[in-house]
C-alpha cells in the first residue's frame, strides 16, 4: 500500500464531509461498449467496502436515450443493500420514478439545467419547463417519504451559451429547494470553473435564500481545477462533494464534458487537510484499476496513476 499523505488541518475547515459518488451512473452512462451488469453490481459492492456510504447506482432513465443503463431495473433489484448506505438513483420523469419506486429505491434524484440551450439539448425544453417536469417528481416522492435531491447543470459554464449569469443557478436551486428537495447539487458540467467563480456562484445562491447546509458541488476536471474549486467550497462551508471512482465519466449532451473529478484524488486532499472521510484509499484504488482493466483504458485518477506506478 501507498503511503497516505501527511495530514495537516486548516482553520475554518469542515471537520468531515460527505463523498456522493457519482461512478456506477455518471461515471458508466457516456461509456459506448454496454458494461456487463455483473461488472456494475462487483463495482457498487467494492465501492462500499471502501466505505463510502453515498453510491449513486444507476438511472431509470428510457434505454432510448441512454442505453448503458437499460438494466436499471434488474441491477436495482439484484443490488446488495447494506445498512448505513444509501443507494441513490437518478429519475428524469414520473415514469421513472414509478420505476424506482417499484424496484424499492428510496433515495431519488432530479436533472434540471441552469441554462436555457443545455435543457433544450438534454431535456427537450427549457429551463422553467425542466423545473415543471421536475416538480410533480418530487412532490409524489416527497409524499412518499423519499429523499429527493436535485441536480443543476452548467451552473458555471454552458458550451453553447458560454458565461453563466451567477443568478441562474441560483434562482434554480431556490426553487428546487421550494419544491422539497433536501440538497441541491451544482454542477461545473464542462469544467470551466475556478476557485473565485465557485466563490460568486455560492454567495449568489446563498442570497437566494439556499443554506449552504442544503448544497453539494459536482465538478468536472476539463481544466485541472476541480481539487481547487473543491477548496474553494470547503472554505465557504460545503460540506458534500460529488465524485467518481478513478475519475471515470462525463456527460454525452455536452461534447466538452471530461471526466468526474476522481474520487481517489478528492479523498488523498481531504485527507491531507485532516478531514475525515472514512474511505479506504487502498480499497477505492484497487477498485478503480480493477474497473480500468474492465473498460480497457487506464483511469484518469492522478492518485490511481501515481499508486499503480
Not at 425544453?125 to 417536469?133: H, L, N, S, V
Amino acid at each position: 500500500m501507498a503511503t497516505l499523505p501527511d495530514p495537516h488541518p486548516r482553520t475554518g475547515l469542515p471537520a468531515e464531509v460527505t463523498i456522493y459518488e457519482v461512478g456506477p451512473r455518471d461515471g458508466l452512462q457516456a461509456e459506448k461498449a454496454i458494461v456487463p451488469l455483473e461488472t456494475k453490481l462487483l463495482l457498487i459492492d467494492r465501492l462500499a467496502d471502501a466505505g463510502l456510504t453515498v453510491i449513486e447506482t444507476t438511472s431509470f432513465v428510457s434505454p432510448r436515450w441512454v442505453p448503458q443503463l437499460a438494466d436499471a431495473d434488474e441491477l436495482f433489484a439484484r443490488l446488495r443493500r447494506r445498512p448505513g448506505i444509501r443507494y441513490p438513483v437518478l429519475v428524469p420523469n414520473r415514469r421513472g420514478l414509478d420505476r424506482a419506486l417499484r424496484a424499492g429505491a428510496d433515495e431519488v434524484a432530479v436533472f434540471v439545467s441552469a441554462t436555457e440551450r443545455f435543457a433544450a439539448e438534454n431535456l427537450g425544453t427549457t429551463r422553467d419547463g425542466a423545473i415543471e417536469m421536475a416538480a410533480p417528481v418530487i412532490r409524489q416522492a416527497t409524499a412518499g417519504g423519499l429523499r429527493v435531491r436535485g441536480y443543476v447543470s452548467m451552473c458555471w459554464g454552458d458550451p453553447w451559451e458560454g458565461r453563466v449569469d451567477p443568478e441562474q443557478p441560483a434562482q434554480v436551486a431556490a426553487r428546487l429547494l421550494e419544491l422539497g428537495c433536501a440538497t441541491v447539487s451544482l454542477g461545473d458540467t464542462i469544467g470551466v470553473a475556478t476557485a473565485g467563480h465557485v466563490r460568486v456562484v455560492l454567495d449568489a445562491v446563498e442570497a437566494a435564500d439556499v443554506p449552504r447546509s442544503k448544497i453539494a458541488l459536482h465538478f468536472h476536471d476539463t481544466y485541472g481545477q476541480a481539487l481547487a474549486n473543491v477548496l474553494a467550497g470547503l472554505e465557504a462551508g460545503i460540506t458534500e462533494f460529488d465524485s467518481s471512482a478513478g475519475g471515470v465519466g462525463g456527460c454525452p449532451y455536452a461534447r466538452s464534458a471530461t471526466g468526474n473529478l476522481a474520487t481517489e484524488d478528492l479523498v488523498w486532499m481531504l485527507e491531507g487537510l485532516g478531514i475525515s472521510t472514512g474511505v479506504d484509499l487502498d480499497l477505492l484504488v484497487r477498485t478503480s484499476r480493477w474497473l480500468a482493466g474492465e473498460l480497457g483504458r487506464p483511469a484518469p485518477s492522478r492518485v490511481v496513476a501515481a499508486w499503480s506506478g
